[in-house]
């Protein structure tokens, strides 16, 4: 008899549906911030958040080995170690934040070389950067937390946490930058306070949850083996991570170098790529919880079953959104800009990101996928790939401008996806061969 039941829609869309939502802080608090400028009219400010929300997004997002970690050990029956595992991801996260704040003057040097940006859009950069930088201690152990709620199956206050983060970053957005026309500096505020005031709200939760649970020792708190654990079970993810975050800066770079119109553009339809990855995403979450499990249990119909209700509701998802962008993408464009220059550069690449989502659908399911099963080797490897096909393709486009640089980003999320699956079907036969399953 299996152990694992058979795998429904409503088992997808009980986890995707708060996953969606949950994804949406740290992406957000950057849309957040590009929407606000965007209102002042200013190419020049609007490209300078985005390049900053943009790098922000992507040195966060380098660590989100911090949520899998946690949720991964909670996963493993470690359940009676929540306070250590808490306690331990919260200082690896200190530890990696107050890092990035000691170096933070040669990483932005680094990365504003990089970038490339003009002088005025490098300047409004730095001035988000330099505020937004102190909130990485936060937005890392916000990780944790996130991740320490949903490896107990906590997904409804996981959920509320998230969104009282979005919700005082809007309020603070709204009321420093429109109200009190604090600019980019006041934008950046906003993001540190909803951060902090995320991390309280969490700590206090988790604080409720675990009362009772007996003091942590010190010995146990630093482990040392299993913080080398949670800093090296990810290595692979980490890896490819890294490289899809090479796609996105390179992106955000050659855009720049175009000029700030053309930043400011991209930065305003980078957004509805943002929206998109809401609800792919969220089904990836899906994919991977319902894959892991079904994995682990060796059920291969269960397993097969995930994969195909995931990769069918993400199609429909994805139709969904592309419908939406092509009918509504002008008038969002208008909500998100002030500037008529920008609004006009930004609808000439906008029917890029209306057929982006239907390229992506394979490249979040299978993403998720490799990581509920555990491919994560070939994951890293197939990423690396694509991340290399990703600057062939802009090689060979590049005489076009930024639509070549439009088209080079769909041949990538093509490519991911389509590198995948090809392989999957390989991978299958090879995890399942040893014990067969029926379902």
Known sequence: ?????????????????PAMVANLTTPLIGIVSTIAIGRLGDATLLGGVAMASVIFDCLFWLFGFLRMSTVQSLGAGETEELRPILMRGLIVAALIGAGLIILQIPLAAILFRVMGGSEGVTRAAKIYFSIRIWSAPLALANYVVLGWLIGQARARLALGVQIAINVINMAA??????????????????AVTAEAAGL???VLIAGRLSRGQPAVPRTALLDRPKLIRMLAVNRDIMIRTASLIAVFLFFTSQGARSGDLTLAANAVLNNFLLMSSFFLDGLANAAEQLCGRAYGARAKNQFSDAVRLVVLWGFGFALAVTAAFALFGSSLIDIMTASEDVRHSARDYLWFVVLSPMLAVFAFAFDAVYIGATWARDMRNLMVLSLLMFLGAWLALRSFGNTGLWGALLAHYAARGGLQALRYPALVRASFAQKPLSG
């Open 1 to 17: 008899m299996n152990s694992v039941s058979k795998v429904t829609t409503a088992q997808v869309f009980a986890i995707a549906g």
């Open 173 to 190: 957005t709204a009321l420093l930058v429109l109200v009190l026309e604090a600019g980019i500096a006041g934008a950046a505020i906003a």
């Open 200 to 202: 309280v709200l969490g």
